[in-house]
T-cell receptor, first 114, second 113 residues
Framework: GESVGLHLPTLSVQEGDNSIINCAYS??????FIWYKQESGKGPQFIID?????DKRQGQRVTVLLNKTVKHLSLQIAATQPGDSAVYFC?????????????FGTGTRLTVIP | NAGVTQTPKFQVLKTGQSMTLQCAQD?????MSWYRQDPGMGLRLIHY???????DQGEVPNGYNVSRSTTEDFPLRLLSAAPSQTSVYFC????????????FGPGTRLTVT
């Protein structure tokens, strides 16, 4: 099966600092990557996505970087706020069950210290 | 537009009991899927469907059945619940013609004793 993992299971940052959450993937054939945020007791919410033909994509306060050479994905959150505290998952598409399916990493818990 | 809805929110079953987790979406998405999420783990794909009348297995299909008689509904059935199926279950949908992004429901927390 696919392997999508994270370097750090937990991350604590001071309010106002920037956060960087990392993710490694193993399937060279994946052409779509996505970050989700999951708050306690809720379903995952879309943050940002990126196609494999891009290296960087920016949203509001978030940036995703894709390094296909080393199969690495990162999520940068600028000026982290208490509301950013959550578990963040990266996911990639593809694998033996088809391109429409997403495969998730184990998640990183981000805690913002006021 | 309610998005993806799931019922019930919580359920407790005894070993061997059966039940159906309901999932519905009102976005006219062709693709729907079921995931389970265990503590400290990411979401794992159970079953998925690319359209009405079509279903297929994901990573962890054993112990679960699905059907897709309409575009809107994608129920997940546990025929004989086991403690190993204690988990949080999420349903999701997407429009693969435009994006692989999946929209998730709020989840069903299932405990099997």
């Amino acid at each position: 099966g696919e392997s999508v993992g994270l370097h750090l299971p937990t991350l604590s940052v001071q309010e106002g600092d920037n956060s960087i959450i990392n993710c490694a993937y193993s399937n060279s054939a994946s052409d779509y990557f996505i970050w989700y945020k999951q708050e306690s007791g809720k379903g995952p919410q879309f943050i940002i996505d990126i196609r494999s033909n891009m290296d960087k994509r920016q949203g509001q306060r978030v940036t995703v970087l894709l390094n296909k050479t080393v199969k690495h994905l990162s999520l940068q959150i600028a000026a982290t706020q208490p509301g950013d505290s959550a578990v963040y998952f990266c996911a990639e598409n593809g694998g033996p069950t088809g391109a429409n399916n997403l495969f998730f990493g184990t998640g990183t818990r981000l805690t913002v210290i006021p | 537009n309610a998005g993806v809805t799931q019922t019930p929110k919580f359920q407790v079953l005894k070993t061997g009991q059966s039940m159906t987790l309901q999932c519905a979406q009102d976005m006219n998405h062709e693709y729907m899927s079921w995931y389970r999420q265990d503590p400290g783990m990411g979401l794992r794909l159970i079953h998925y469907s690319v359209g009405a009348g079509i279903t297929d297995q994901g990573e962890v299909p054993n112990g679960y059945n699905v059907s897709r008689s309409t575009t809107e509904d994608f129920p997940l059935r546990l025929l004989s619940a086991a403690p190993s199926q204690t988990s949080v279950y999420f349903c999701a949908s997407s429009d693969p013609d435009t994006t692989y992004e999946q929209y998730f429901g709020p989840g069903t927390r299932l405990t099997v004793t």
